[in-house]
């Protein structure tokens, strides 16, 4: 237990200094924000969500009593509480086979794990990105139209702090683009972040071997089918206008990120018998982290999967193995 709270303690204190170097305004501390559920996923992932738990309560409390409640309810709402859920959820298991020892003396049979299914967990993190933006969102108005007002006025006094005289009508244009994108765009941004979080905190305690799982087979990723249904109806209002269809924007571009992360899956099935498939997934990712709106692609690709079964296809469509001839039925 000493172990626990220890490190619960250096992992709140990192997350706690990751989340307050926002405030220096220096461009590195945009990336010590993004990365600070980092520390509190490692220690859940590997002391369990005790430690994770522990740590995000006193990196609430010290951030609260240093720089006020509205610090102490954001680290709450975008650091620990994901941190802690996704941490829990990712060693949830239950038994599915027979642990039970034979009556003749044999050696007991091996329980066999059905871990949280990854599907599911990447709909937590979508539900998180949508939860954190709408928060965001809603410190800026209680309303459609003063939400844009806000961030067109933010970004209007920026502009114009920087050059030093009004924007122009085109700029204003440009302005008002930006305000329709941006609850996308922040929803988009805190799915990929708390997905990458994720993932290395998986793989740093794996590596360490505290990991309590067996690593999960990521390319056969796949969603609920009630998904595509929701994202439908979220994109049916994103029509109606106001807060709900930002709501709705939120709630769709989380969505579709996660289609996102089932057609890079998809992708890894496909080309399970290219010769050069490693150099073509490298491409690939490297294409969509420079260019960014190639994800777009992945999306359909998840899409196509949920609705056509191309993975499942292309799986029952693969001759079976040869065996080798030293090996007798």
Not at 34 to 41: D, N
Not at 81 to 90: I, K, R, S, T, Y
Not at 100 to 118: H, T
Not at 294 to 315: E, H, K, N, S, T
Request: glycine fraction near 8%; charge should be positive; aromatic fraction near 8%.
């Amino acid at each position: 237990m000493i172990t626990i709270v220890l490190i619960a303690v250096a992992a709140g204190s990192a997350s706690a200094l990751m989340f307050a170097s926002i405030i220096s305004g220096a461009l590195v501390s945009l990336l010590l924000l993004y990365l600070a559920p980092l520390p509190l996923m490692v220690a859940g992932l590997g002391w369990r969500p005790l430690a994770a738990t522990i740590g995000g309560i006193l990196a609430a409390i010290g951030l609260g009593a240093i720089f006020g409640l509205p610090y102490c309810i954001a680290f709450v709402i975008t650091v620990a509480l994901p941190a802690w859920w996704l941490g829990h959820l990712v060693l949830l298991g239950r038994l599915t086979g027979n642990e039970a020892a034979s009556g003749n003396g044999a050696a007991p049979v091996a329980p066999d794990l059905e871990w949280y299914p990854i599907g599911r967990i990447l709909l937590w993190i979508a539900g998180f990105a949508t939860l954190t933006t709408v928060a965001v969102l809603l410190t800026l108005g209680g309303d459609g139209a003063t939400i844009t007002a806000t961030l067109k006025r933010g970004l209007l006094r920026i502009l114009s702090s920087r050059s030093g005289t009004p924007p122009t009508g085109q700029v204003e244009q440009v302005i008002d683009a930006v305000v329709v994108l941006a609850p996308t765009a922040a929803a988009i941004i805190f799915m990929m972040t708390l997905t990458l979080n994720l993932w290395l905190a998986a793989k740093i305690t794996a590596t360490s071997g505290r990991l309590q799982r067996p690593w999960p087979d990521l390319k056969s990723t796949e969603l609920p089918p009630m998904t595509l249904a929701a994202l439908s109806a979220a994109i049916a209002f994103c029509f109606v206008g106001g807060l709900l269809a930002m709501l709705a924007q939120t709630v769709s571009a989380a969505l579709m990120m996660a289609y996102a992360f089932v057609g890079f899956a998809v992708l890894h099935t496909l080309t399970l018998s290219v010769k050069s498939r490693g150099f073509l997934l490298i491409c690939t990712y490297v294409i969509v982290v420079m260019f960014s709106w190639p994800v777009l692609a992945m999306v359909v690709l998840g899409l196509a999967d949920a609705i056509f079964g191309l993975r499942q296809r292309y799986l029952q469509s693969r001759p079976p193995p040869i065996p080798h001839p030293d090996v007798t039925p």
